[in-house]
């Protein structure tokens, strides 16, 4: 019994929800988000509740079931409110800068590093040390976000690189501190 399927999604004033051929469109304040439903999953909306049902108990409709359910509360959530994640910038001279539709990184290479933003998401540098993600859509945000952290993981020996705002990087000691020398 999935206890996530089963909940209802509460769908709050000045949120628009449309189900036609398999595909559910979700329009709101900061703009709409469209999703296919699975085969084997059925959604209902009532004006005021999404309620997901599956056709049968074997296991990848339990699984599909709460991951559908899962993925419309973000849709909700996301043309309401909106996603963010903040990034870090941490080394001597690392920076980056917004110019035009192009974040630009500064990350101790030969050559600054051009990351284009995509469509859907936005991008701010309040700091040169801090990015800010943002966007309606849950795993846009997320994959841009890891996608600008890829660029330069944060290393364990002096932690330098780009990290998630509350991010714990445990260090190593280096050699020349393990040998006791």
């Given at each position: 019994m999935s206890r996530i399927g089963n909940k209802p999604v509460v769908v709050p004033q000045g949120v628009k929800v449309e189900i036609k051929d398999r595909t559910i469109s979700v329009t709101g304040p900061k703009g709409t988000l469209n999703k296919q439903i699975p085969d084997r999953i059925s959604v209902s909306?009532?004006?005021?509740?999404?309620?997901?049902?599956?056709?049968?108990?074997?296991?990848?409709?339990?699984?599909?079931?709460?991951?559908?359910?899962?993925?419309?509360?973000?849709?909700?959530?996301?043309?309401?409110?909106?996603?963010?994640?903040?990034?870090?910038?941490?080394?001597?001279?690392?920076?980056?800068?917004?110019?035009?539709?192009?974040?630009?990184?500064?990350?101790?290479?030969?050559?600054?590093?051009?990351?284009?933003?995509?469509?859907?998401?936005?991008?701010?540098?309040?700091?040169?040390?801090?990015?800010?993600?943002?966007?309606?859509?849950?795993?846009?945000?997320g994959e841009t976000a890891a996608e600008i952290r890829a660029i330069y993981k944060p290393e364990p020996y002096k932690g330098k690189g780009i990290r998630y705002v509350g991010e714990i990087v445990r260090k190593k000691i280096g050699k020349a501190q393990a040998t006791g020398k």
């Open positions: 909306f009532d004006g005021t509740q999404i309620k997901v049902t599956r056709q049968s108990n074997i296991a990848t409709d339990r699984a599909l079931h709460g991951v559908t359910r899962a993925l419309i509360a973000n849709m909700v959530k996301g043309v309401t409110e909106g996603y963010s994640k903040e990034l870090e910038i941490i080394g001597v001279g690392f920076k980056a800068a917004l110019q035009g539709n192009i974040l630009k990184l500064e990350l101790g290479f030969s050559h600054p590093v051009e990351f284009p933003v995509p469509g859907g998401i936005k991008i701010e540098t309040p700091k040169p040390t801090l990015i800010k993600v943002s966007g309606i859509d849950k795993e846009k945000v």
